[in-house]
């Protein structure tokens, strides 16, 4: 039974990827701001009993990486899957936003993952995987983010990081690190005019990152296990 950890579990793409990883019989450690306002959450927690537990936790707030980690006790991980995000200001444009959005748009989407990621990696089992929610947007070769150049920024700068932490672990790195974009998908983010069902992403995903346990490598992946540009 693998354990595994998922962050943004309380809705879409995280509360997908918790579901699909306890119907394959692992243990989930479904990490939600909010548990207590998250019914499909809750209603996993009836149905799976101790192999789902949940942990409350606010990842932008100070010391919050700590606190998961504290709540963990023991626990190794052989998955750690980091899907929380936001889409940021409505006016995605630099004139129009001003300095705490986008603070808190590059802290949620950037900052918190990583710090989390960088606290919980000594979890991770030899040949694991650690994961991170990107986005094709991030990619400054196929700079397909015009629209949300907001939102695209925060997500190549989690890119950059990942890129930048992988250089420093170098070999001491022995579990796979990708940077994973879903698809563009039927969430609260992505709209019902998404041409991909949570269901039909979280299946792409799921066996992208187990394909990936025991290669060690980074990528930057799409849901088909197509790898992108930087």
């Known amino acids: ?48 009993g101790e192999r ?26 052989d998955r750690l899957l980091l899907n929380a995000g936001v889409y940021g200001p409505a006016a995605q444009d630099v004139l129009g936003a001003d300095d705490a959005e986008i603070a808190e748009l590059f802290v949620s989407n950037a900052i918190a ?22 986005s094709a947007m991030a990619s400054l070769q196929l700079s397909p983010g015009a629209e949300m150049p907001l939102y695209a920024a925060s997500k190549a700068a989690l890119n950059s990081l990942l890129l ?29 005019a998404a041409p991909l069902s949570v269901e039909q992403s979280v299946g792409g995903l799921l066996a992208v990152i187990e394909a990936a346990a025991g290669r060690r490598d980074c990528r930057f992946v799409d849901h088909q296990g197509q790898t992108l540009p930087w």
């Open 1 to 48: 039974m693998l354990n595994v950890l998922v962050t943004g579990a309380s809705r879409g793409i995280g509360l997908g990827l918790t579901q699909a990883y306890l119907q394959r019989g692992e243990r989930v450690f479904a990490v939600a701001r909010n548990p207590a306002a998250a019914p499909g959450l809750q209603a996993l927690a009836e149905q799976y």
């Open 52 to 77: 789902l537990q949940i942990l409350a936790g606010d990842l932008n707030a100070a010391g919050a990486a700590a606190r998961i980690d504290a709540q963990l006790g023991s626990a190794t991980l």
């Open 113 to 134: 993952p990583l710090r989390l990621a960088r606290t919980l990696a000594p979890r991770l089992a030899a040949d694991g995987v650690l994961a991170c929610t990107s």
């Open 164 to 192: 930048s932490w992988s250089a420093q672990l170098g070999e001491r790195r022995e579990f796979a690190l990708l940077a994973l974009h879903p698809g563009w998908v039927q969430t609260d983010m992505g709209g019902a």
